[in-house]
T-cell receptor, first 114, second 113 residues
Framework: SAVISQKPSRDICQRGTSLTIQCQVD?????MFWYRQQPGQSLTLIAT?????????ESGFVIDKFPISRPNLTFSTLTVSNMSPEDSSIYLC???????????FGSGTQLSVL | GENVEQHPSTLSVQEGDSAVIKCTYS??????FPWYKQELGKGPQLIID?????GEKKDQRIAVTLNKTAKHFSLHITETQPEDSAVYFC????????????FGTGTRLQVTL
């Protein structure tokens, strides 16, 4: 199994600012993903973080709002840009081997935007 | 795309009883079905998974069954303990494609003493 460290674990931000979330995996993984989880809700995929190329975004999520980097097979960042209160949520990083099998999650970043 | 329905949304059982959570999926091509447990303030934890070439898989007190014909799969927890209290998510995926892992809506399990 992979251990995924995510930071910060929580943050309170002012609207209009940006926050970058870091995700570190303790071993090389083929796939890395970023999810959003509203309180009491299921997980919604934001994008697939592709190593060395632009991320692949799901419908409703755009690169200008959620720029993602993945410089190598163990690290990725997600930036939430120009934040508004609607961005308040839990953001989760995940990583795994082949395709989506054995997907492991970080502990999440709880973001509150005032 | 894939659609996963999960029932019940909440489940309360007494310690020692069994708990069953059911999911149905829509895409007959889906062939990988993981279950995740999420405790408060933590990320989802993979607890068991099953592939479509297997009908049942067991790991200690946890078992998962799959009915490909009916396109449904279930999580069974026996001899429940208070530490089993959490939110459980099922998911479905078609391996080998670029499609995403689709999650169910979650079941909040409460094990009471």
């Amino acid at each position: 199994s992979a251990v995924i460290s995510q930071k910060p674990s929580r943050d309170i931000c002012q609207r209009g600012t940006s926050l970058t979330i870091q995700c570190q995996v303790d071993s090389q993984v083929t796939m890395m993903f970023w999810y959003r989880q509203q309180p009491g809700q299921s997980l919604t995929l934001i994008a697939t973080a592709n190593q060395g190329s632009e991320a692949t975004y799901e419908s409703g999520f755009v690169i200008d709002k959620f720029p993602i980097s993945r410089p190598n097979l163990t690290f990725s960042t997600l930036t939430v840009s120009n934040m508004s209160p609607e961005d308040s949520s839990i953001y989760l990083c995940s990583g795994g081997g082949t395709a989506n099998e054995k997907l492991f999650f970080g502990s999440g970043t709880q973001l509150s935007v005032l | 795309g894939e659609n996963v329905e999960q029932h019940p949304s909440t489940l309360s059982v007494q310690e020692g009883d069994s708990a069953v959570i059911k999911c149905t999926y829509s895409d007959s091509a889906s062939n990988y079905f993981p279950w995740y447990k999420q405790e408060l303030g933590k990320g989802p934890q993979l607890i068991i998974d099953i592939r479509s070439n297997v009908g049942e898989k067991k790991d200690q007190r946890i078992a998962v069954t799959l009915n490909k014909t009916a396109k449904h799969f279930s999580l069974h927890i026996t001899e429940t303990q208070p530490e089993d209290s959490a939110v459980y998510f099922c998911a479905a995926f078609h391996t080998g494609t670029a499609s995403k892992l689709t999650f169910g809506t979650g079941t909040r399990l409460q094990v009471t003493l």
